[in-house]
T-cell receptor
Framework: DAKTTQPPSMDCAEGRAANLPCNHS???????VYWYRQIHSQGPQYIIH?????ETNEMASLIITEDRKSSTLILPHATLRDTAVYYC??????????????WGLGTSLAVNP | SAVISQKPSRDICQRGTSLTIQCQVD?????MFWYRQQPGQSLTLIAT?????????ESGFVIDKFPISRPNLTFSTLTVSNMSPEDSSIYLC???????????FGAGTRLSVL
């Protein structure tokens, strides 16, 4: 079972910020939070990841609460091309068998004109 | 990052036949992964393929049904054998990024079995 809980769907107006929440109350101390998205008819695409500090890259920002039990992915200026299913996944660092990702159903984000 | 090419992008097959899906990566990678995504569902890991060793299958998936080859560090194939309509899915391959647990995915193979 996925270790995260996300709302099944969200809407956002084009040009506005999209804030996608994720609950991961059972996260372990060494587990990172990863976000991926899957645009229709494409494979998943990595967005961002973090451990406990807030992170920002060219695609998005990741805000992790101090207790690490939840996080929010922020798309600062959503465009129609951001319409996708967004997955929040937690798993530990390191190689080998630790690389198995467990995918939930994610949040289907619809960006409306 | 890694660029992954999957072939075919889609296919329609008759039940009882087999289809081999190819996954080509633009760089050498140790681990490659094969996923299945059934209609309206999330991704389920089928197996992990390391070069030079037998693939490791997840619960519910067996080698006779989904044989995997991994002849070198840039290529892998997944065969869906003796297909039935229940095998209609998107099949995705992915690779692990060097040093960090980021996975990069191909565009997927959309399979329909009649």
């Amino acid at each position: 079972d996925a270790k995260t809980t996300q709302p099944p769907s969200m809407d956002c107006a084009e040009g506005r910020a999209a804030n996608l929440p994720c609950n991961h109350s059972t996260i372990s101390g060494n587990e990172y939070v990863y976000w991926y998205r899957q645009i229709h008819s494409q494979g998943p695409q990595y967005i961002i990841h973090g451990l406990k500090n807030n992170e920002t890259n060219e695609m998005a920002s990741l805000i992790i609460t101090e207790d690490r039990k939840s996080s929010t992915l922020i798309l600062p200026h959503a465009t129609l091309r951001d319409t996708a299913v967004y997955y929040c996944i937690v798993y530990p660092p390191g190689g080998g068998n630790n690389r198995k990702l467990i995918w939930g159903l994610g949040t289907s984000l619809a960006v409306n004109p | 990052s890694a660029v992954i090419s999957q072939k075919p992008s889609r296919d329609i097959c008759q039940r009882g036949t087999s289809l081999t899906i190819q996954c080509q990566v633009d760089s050498q990678v140790t681990m490659m992964f094969w996923y299945r995504q059934q209609p309206g569902q999330s991704l389920t890991l089928i197996a992990t393929a390391n070069q030079g060793s037998e693939a490791t299958y997840e619960s519910g998936f067996v080698i006779d049904k989904f044989p995997i080859s991994r002849p070198n560090l840039t290529f892998s194939t997944l065969t869906v054998s003796n297909m039935s309509p229940e095998d209609s899915s998107i099949y995705l391959c992915s690779v692990g990024g060097q040093g960090v647990n980021i996975q990069y995915f191909g565009a997927g193979t959309r399979l329909s079995v009649l």
